[in-house]
Structures are given as C-alpha cells and as structure tokens.
C-alpha cells in the first residue's frame, strides 16, 4: 500500500469541504503506480444521490481507461466506503481497497449508513422500503434476447 494515494485521497476530500462541492470524501483510483482516475463527493453540488466519491473516481478511471473493467486497478479512498460504492467497486472488478476513516468515523460526523447496511441484511419483504415482484414470466425476454446475441460483450 503507497500512503501517498491514500493522503492524495484525504487531501482531496479537504479540499471538497472547502469548496463547498459535498462532503468530507475523495477516492482515487491507481493502476501500475500511476493515479488513473479521480473522484470527490458531489452529491450536493450535482443533486445527485449516486455521487458519491469512488462513483465519480470509477467512472472517471473508466473514461480515462476506456473500459468498464478496472481489474488491475486498486482504489484509495478516504473513508470505508459505503454499501452503494462497494457494489460499485465489486462490479468494477477492483482489486483491493485501501481506506482511511471508518464507517463509524463518518457517522460521528453527521454520514451513517448503519441504516443500509442493516436493510440489506433484512429478506426483502421486510425492508423499510416496500419491494414486490411483478411480471416475472415476461421480465426473462430480455435475458434470453441478451443470450442470443451473438456479439455481446460480457461482463
């Protein structure tokens, strides 16, 4: 682990604050030693949920890269990311993660997501956001067009 990508990350995130551009959170995202994507958290900034700091450093690596796959890549972040980011990390087939604070430092500031993490251990029926199944018989049309492609790409 190189602490110089980890303090690029918490320097990044300082510098967020300071801006005023979201919260308290930067990633980066290094291949081969070299910084290959960049992203700090612009939630309030975009009015966008999702933008959280490693989503915006995966998708900047992926642009940079032209890739959707980042294996390979591993990810300095400067907080534990949170479950959303860890999907994403996952399906961005990232190969380690190094971070600095916790998900309990985050909460005492103001940012917990106990609350998601304790929804997604829960079956679906009994999540604080109602989930209910429809039209499962036509919803495998898609799947089976996707396996008749030819010329898809997997992933």
């Known amino acids: 682990m190189e602490e ?3 303090r690029e990350a918490m320097r990044l995130a300082a510098e967020n604050c300071e801006k005023g551009d979201g919260g308290p959170f930067a990633a980066v995202i290094v291949r081969e030693g070299e910084v290959v994507g960049r992203g700090r958290n612009q939630v309030t900034s975009a ?3 999702s933008a959280h700091a490693e989503i915006m450093a995966i998708r900047d690596a992926c642009r940079r890269l032209d890739s959707f796959s980042l294996a390979g ?3 300095y972040t400067s907080c534990e990311p949170c479950p959303m980011c860890l999907a994403a990390i996952y399906w961005a087939r990232l190969e380690r993660i190094h971070y600095a604070a916790s998900a309990e ?3 005492a500031a103001g940012f917990d997501d106990k ?3 304790e929804q997604l251990a829960l079956p679906p029926q009994q999540r604080a956001i109602p989930m209910t199944q429809h039209l499962r018989d036509e919803a495998h049309e898609p ?3 996707w396996m008749r492609k030819t ?3 997997p992933y």
């Open 151 to 153: 010329d898809r790409v």
């Open 105 to 107: 430092d985050a909460a």
């Open 47 to 49: 009015n966008d949920p």
């Open 143 to 145: 799947f089976l067009a």
């Open 4 to 6: 110089r990508f980890l």
């Open 73 to 75: 890549c591993e990810i």
């Open 115 to 117: 609350h998601i993490r």
